[in-house]
């Protein structure tokens, strides 16, 4: 499996942007999980999305929950994140991530599967 992450950049604090996330390497009838991690500098990573390949099913911890969205992508066989009301704390290199066979778990030990990251930077 193979990741490509895009759609980071600088944004202000309020703002928006999506991240996209392209995904190859799937057999079809694969049950996985793609989410998306971030990592801030001195800080542990952090699982802030992820969405089932089997029902869709989404979870968010409450850190973005009502800001945050993740949605598949049909067209790059991966998922986007809209990201809105945008805060400095959200700063961060932001991964995506699969997790084949799926544990139950959404934490890093438990992906299978990384990209390389975007940075997300919310500053004025």
């Known amino acids: 499996v193979q990741l490509q992450a895009s759609g980071g950049g600088l944004v202000q604090p309020g703002g928006s942007l999506r991240l996209s996330c392209a995904a190859s390497g799937f057999v079809d009838g694969d049950y996985y999980v793609i989410g998306w991690f971030r990592q801030a500098p001195g800080k542990e990573r952090e699982g802030v999305s992820c969405i089932s390949s089997y029902d869709s099913s989404t979870y968010y911890p409450d850190s973005v929950k009502g800001r945050f969205t993740i949605s598949k992508d049909s067209a790059k066989n991966g998922v986007q994140l809209r990201m809105n009301s945008l805060k400095p704390d959200d700063t961060a290199i932001y991964l995506c991530?699969?997790?084949?066979?799926?544990?139950?778990?959404?934490?890093?030990?438990?992906?299978?599967?990384w990209g390389k990251g975007t940075q997300v930077t919310v500053s004025s």
């Open positions: 991530a699969v997790a084949r066979p799926w544990s139950g778990n959404f934490a890093p030990t438990s992906m299978n599967y």
